[in-house]
């Protein structure tokens, strides 16, 4: 069975500095992974996505994510962050080996101090 | 491009009252899925369509949850009778192709609360 795991409830950090997400997860094959976010009072919306290729995957909004296939992680990162990033996030993977029902993680707020 | 609609945003009923959300997925988008969110937890896929037939409903408590697409456009999902845990927000989301591949495109969702 297919499992994503997000370790992290809440992650703070201080405008300006670089911010990681975490994300892992679990299949049988191979795996497709998403990265979603969550504004209040919205549903989500895509930042990126995994699929194969090369494992460093750029995004929306400045987001990149690192595909890590020995430690079965897809971490979220930015450079440089917005207090307007802050927000729930949401890793989400699709089992190539399974029933490709998405399975997303329980999610992570992101709280960017000014 | 207009998102996916939701409708209503909101509801608030009584256990065992039933209730019923629509959805109306992105132009020209096969496949429709509908979640529940319950709060701290992330979305979990209830049923997904690919035109107007289903390819999974494995996670749908079918008791009490039913859902159509029967001209492969809107769809609906109700619940009857509602139980105290199904307070939750119930988000349909679409894609392009079935293919696991493509980008969902979420609506705003229902939150829905049961008494």
């Known amino acids: 069975a297919q499992s994503v795991a997000q370790p992290e409830d809440q992650v703070n950090v201080a405008e300006g500095n670089p911010l990681t997400v975490k994300c892992t997860y679990s299949v049988s094959g191979n795996p497709y992974l998403f990265w979603y976010v969550q504004y209040p009072n919205r549903g989500l919306q895509f930042l990126l996505k995994y699929i194969t290729g090369d494992n460093l995957v750029k995004g929306s909004y400045g987001f990149e994510a690192e595909f890590n296939k020995s430690q079965t992680s897809f971490h979220l990162k930015k450079p440089s962050a917005l207090v307007s990033d802050s927000a729930l996030y949401f890793c989400a993977v699709r089992d190539t080996g399974g029933s490709y029902i998405p399975t997303f993680g329980r999610g992570t707020s992101l709280i960017v101090h000014p | 491009e207009a998102g996916v609609a939701q409708s209503p945003r909101y509801k608030i009923i009584e256990k065992r009252q039933s209730v019923a959300f629509w959805c109306n997925p992105i132009?020209?988008?096969?496949?429709l899925y509908w979640y529940q969110q319950i709060l701290g937890q992330g979305p979990k896929l209830l049923i997904q369509f690919q035109n107007n037939g289903v390819v999974d409903d494995s996670q749908l408590p079918k008791d009490r949850f039913s859902a159509e697409r029967l001209k492969g456009v809107d769809s609906t999902l109700k619940i009857q009778p509602a139980k105290l845990e199904d307070s939750a927000v119930y988000l349909c989301?679409?894609?392009?192709?079935?293919?696991?591949?493509?980008?969902?495109?979420f609506g705003a969702g229902t939150r829905l609360s049961v008494l």
């Open positions: 132009s020209g988008h096969a496949t």
């Open positions: 989301a679409s894609s392009s192709t079935e293919g696991s591949k493509n980008i969902q495109y």
